[in-house]
C-alpha cells in the first residue's frame, strides 16, 4: 500500500485527487492521516508534492499537529516580520501603514477606519478635513481666549489700526469718541481699550475687526489650524487606543533607523515602525485555519498575499478576522475644549 501511495503522489493531482474521491470520499483529512501512518509526510518529495498539490490541507495539518512550529515556518517566509525571543515584531515602513490593522469599509461613509488612519499618520501632508469652520471671531475666538492672549490680540489689532480713524457705529463706540473729545471717530491707538472692547461688546469688536483685516485673517487661519489640529489628535489617540486593543500590547509602536550602505558604498539612513504581534499572529492564523473559504486549495494563502502586512490587510477586507475601526458619527466635530485649548496656545504665532 505504501507503494501505491508513492506511485499515486508522483502521478500528479489529478490522479491523487481520483483517488481520493474513489477510495476516501473527498476526505482529504484522511489521505494525509494514510500518507502520515506510512510515515512519508516529513519526505522532502513527498512535501514537494504535497504542499504543491493541496497547500491549504497540508498546512492546516501541519497547523494542526505543532501550531507554533508551523507559524513559525510561515512567518519566516515573511521579510517584514521578525521573532526576537518569544515575540513577534511587524515591520512597516510608514506609520499610516497602521492603517492596514483598519477596516476599509465603513457603512459607505464618506471615509473608511482605513483612509482616516492613513490620512492622520501621514508624515508627509498636513490632514485638514475641515473647511470654513467659523463665520463668528467673536464667539469662535475672542471668547476662548483667557485673558493673556485677549490682552495679545487687543495689542496687535491697536497696532495695526494705529492712526485709523474707526467710525462709531455702536453705542459703546459712539460714547467712546465723545469721552476722546472727537465723536466723529474713535482712536484705538491704547491696547487698554482695545482690551475693553473686546470684553464688553461683540458688536464694536466686530467693528475693530472689519478695519483690522490683516488681523482678522490671521484669527480664520488661527482657527481653522487649531480645530483640524484638535481633531487630529483627538482622532490620533483614538487609533492608538484601537491598535492597542487590537494588538493587545501596551506600546503602540516606534520608530527605528538603521543606516545602511548601496552597491556603490554610499550610507543612507533608512526609517521604519516597528509594532509588536506576537499575540495578533496566533489569532490571524487560528481565523484562517478556520475559514473555509480560505482552506480551499486552489492557492497557498499565506503565499498569494506577498507580506505578513498584506496578508492582515486582506483578511480583515474578507472579515475573516475583526479589524479595528474609528468611531466616527455622520457629523463630525472637534472636541471644543480641545479646540479652546489650541487656540490659546497657538495664538502667539499668529498675532
Sequence with gaps: MKEK??????GGSGEVEEFINRYMNGDKDSFFDLVERFGLLQNPTTYESLIEMFPMTYLRKSYTDNREKTIDNIVSTYSDITKKGDKYFLTLSERSDLSSFFKSDDGNREMSSSELVKNILGEDEWFEPFQDVTQNLYTDVIDELNEKNKFLLAKSISQELNGTQISP?????ENI???QGHPDYVDVTDPLLVMDILEEDESSSKVLLD???EISSDLYSLHHNAYNTSYSDEKY???MSEVKGLLEI???GDWESKTIKNIKGEEKTI???IIEVTKFVPYLFSSIFNDDYQLDDYRNVFEYHGDFEDLTKEMITEEVVEGATMSRSYYDYADHTLVTKYLNDMIIDYV
Design 169 to 173: 457705529e455702536t453705542e459703546l463706540l
Design 211 to 213: 478695519e483690522a483685516t
Design 271 to 273: 526609517h521604519n515602525y
Design 237 to 239: 489617540n483614538e487609533i
Design 5 to 10: 501511495i508513492i506511485s499515486i503522489l508522483s
Design 250 to 252: 501596551d506600546n503602540s
Design 177 to 179: 469718541a465723545k469721552d
